[in-house]
């Protein structure tokens, strides 16, 4: 029987990237290893400090909620192999949604890849074609640099987009510019975080 350590669930509205608006039921799975200073969910870092749930108590939670898309999320959920949970996901007709830097390599087939790569702990080669959408943290100015580098390894055709760093609201003029002078990007807010949501 497979079980993943597990921080929370909750149903809520994706609050970034291309889904923004979005009902969606989140799983958020323990363990990282790729250490972001301005990290907000850093109790997820430890993988052995959280219960464990089995794949049938997930999917059954996010049945009950009804989603848009069912969110697995971290910590770093690459560092567990997916595949139980995205395939059980499928079979009860829910679409799956993943949010990675990529760190590691991707197990199992998510509907969605919503690649955020770090400077940290770069991604794994492999991860770059399967990127749905391209998500860049932007927590100083040299992280456009990184977010340049990193859209080169991206499709072409994926939405990209540069997101100012919550606390850092002395860069976001910086971000906001940066996006209208180079079109490709897009810009994406927490607004999750504005609107007082998990």
């Known amino acids: 029987m497979t079980t993943y350590p597990i921080v929370e669930t909750f149903f809520s509205l994706q609050g970034e ?20 200073p301005w990290c907000d969910t850093k109790l997820s870092w430890p993988r052995d400090r959280h219960p464990s749930q089995t794949v049938a108590e997930l999917v059954a939670q996010a049945q009950a909620a009804q989603p848009a898309f069912v969110v697995i999320t971290g910590g770093e959920p690459t560092l567990h192999d997916l595949r139980p949970l995205l395939v059980a996901l499928k079979a009860a007709g829910l679409r799956s949604h993943l949010e990675t830097s990529g760190a590691h390599p991707l197990q199992g087939d998510p509907d969605w890849v919503s690649l955020s790569p770090k400077p940290f702990r770069a991604p794994v080669p492999d991860v770059y ?70």
Do not use: M
């Open 17 to 36: 990237g291309y889904w923004t608006g979005s009902s969606a039921f989140f799983i958020r799975l323990a363990g990282c290893d790729v250490g972001c």
């Open 129 to 198: 074609h399967r990127a749905a959408e391209l998500k860049v943290v932007i927590a100083n100015p040299e992280d456009l640099v990184w977010a340049e580098a990193q859209a080169q390894r991206v499709p072409a055709s994926i939405p990209k987009f540069l997101q100012p760093e919550w606390s850092r609201q002395d860069l976001w003029e910086t971000v906001f510019q940066y996006v209208q002078a180079h079109p490709s990007w897009r810009l994406s807010l927490q607004t999750h975080k504005w609107l007082g949501l998990r």
